[in-house]
């Protein structure tokens, strides 16, 4: 059977909104939040690195979002922003000894979550799928030509 790009372009997003709200309602339950979780992850990833405007482009948020949720996070004690030594006016944002216990909490739980999303894939499953989302994500943002931008 044949399967159209536009119908299995719309189960995918089907899927992985049902597994987003489903992750949120689960750790909501928990006390916890999903985009708070998301947020703590990326900036602990960038190891001390990450900037407001590129949390905003990654999670497509407006700025002013983004320097909301990030208020949050410095007062409940869970990331410490500085200012960049080659750029005054841009604050690098790190994750706090608060924010690893923080996330150490709710790794179990979302990591429970997405191993019984997939209960049903096989190995052979995961290969494929795997290799099909690398194949769309080069489709969506292909490799910059060698000697581009030089």
Known sequence: MKVCDEELFKELASVFLMAHR??????????ASLARTKLLLYIQRCGG?????????LFGQAPRTVTDA?????RDGLIQRATDAGDR??????ITDE?????????????????DF??????EDRRVLHDCLQ??????????PPGDGI
């Open 70 to 74: 990030l208020d949050a996070l410095e």
């Open 49 to 57: 690195n990450a900037r407001a405007a590129d949390i905003a482009e």
């Open 135 to 144: 194949k769309m994500a080069i489709a969506i943002n292909p490799p910059s």
């Open 22 to 31: 489903q992750m949120d309602r689960a750790m909501t339950a928990q006390g």
């Open 99 to 115: 924010g690893e216990r923080a996330i150490a909490a709710t790794e179990p739980l979302r990591r429970d979550l997405v191993r």
């Open 89 to 94: 006016r841009v604050k690098r944002i790190a």
């Open 118 to 123: 997939c209960r049903l894939l096989t190995d």
